[in-house]
């Protein structure tokens, strides 16, 4: 049975460090989309972590992660950088109420995002209806023949 909303919102908490491999374990997958995930994780996102640049949070039910948010708060960047929802969790809002979340930790309502062509479906018109913009497409950016769509900004490198 699927939880309403307001109790999957429930179980939002900011990921501990002693949860980085169980976090990364949700993620592996987007190494898909994003080659260097696994290095970019454990390199800058872990220990940005304790420096106070990155967060993770997490959405738990019956104690196991369903979802998952990694956003970026640096002066020259406010970034969601990942997000993931389980897909039998996929539309119950829980994917909205992250958003919600990382924005108001990076502090600022329009945070940059970037997307793979491959998500786009799912989580283009999500962002459009949320207030973000389409102001960019890279061409083989992440990889080669492939495009990222980029909201509320610009991307002029690869960075984190």
Not at 52 to 63: H, L, Q, S
Not at 113 to 129: C, F, K, Q, T, W
Not at 142 to 152: C, L, Q, T
């Amino acid at each position: 049975m699927i939880e309403s909303r307001t109790n999957i919102a429930q179980g939002l908490a900011m990921a501990r460090p002693s949860e980085s491999a169980e976090v990364y374990s949700c993620l592996s997958h987007l190494e898909t989309y994003y080659p260097d995930f696994e290095r970019w994780y454990w390199d800058t996102v872990v220990p940005g972590i304790a420096a106070g640049t990155r967060m993770v949070r997490v959405v738990r039910r019956d104690n196991e992660i369903i979802a998952a948010l990694i956003a970026k708060r640096e002066r020259a960047e406010r970034k969601l950088c990942t997000l993931w929802v389980r897909p039998d969790f996929v539309g119950h809002g829980v994917g909205v109420r992250l958003i919600e979340e990382g924005r108001r930790w990076v502090g600022h309502a329009s945070p940059l995002a970037s997307v793979p062509e491959e998500r786009m479906p799912e989580l283009g018109d999500i962002l459009v209806r949320m207030g973000f913009v389409l102001t960019q497409k890279l061409d083989s950016f992440y990889r080669p023949g492939k495009a990222e769509f980029v909201f509320n900004g610009r991307l002029a490198a690869l960075n984190s």
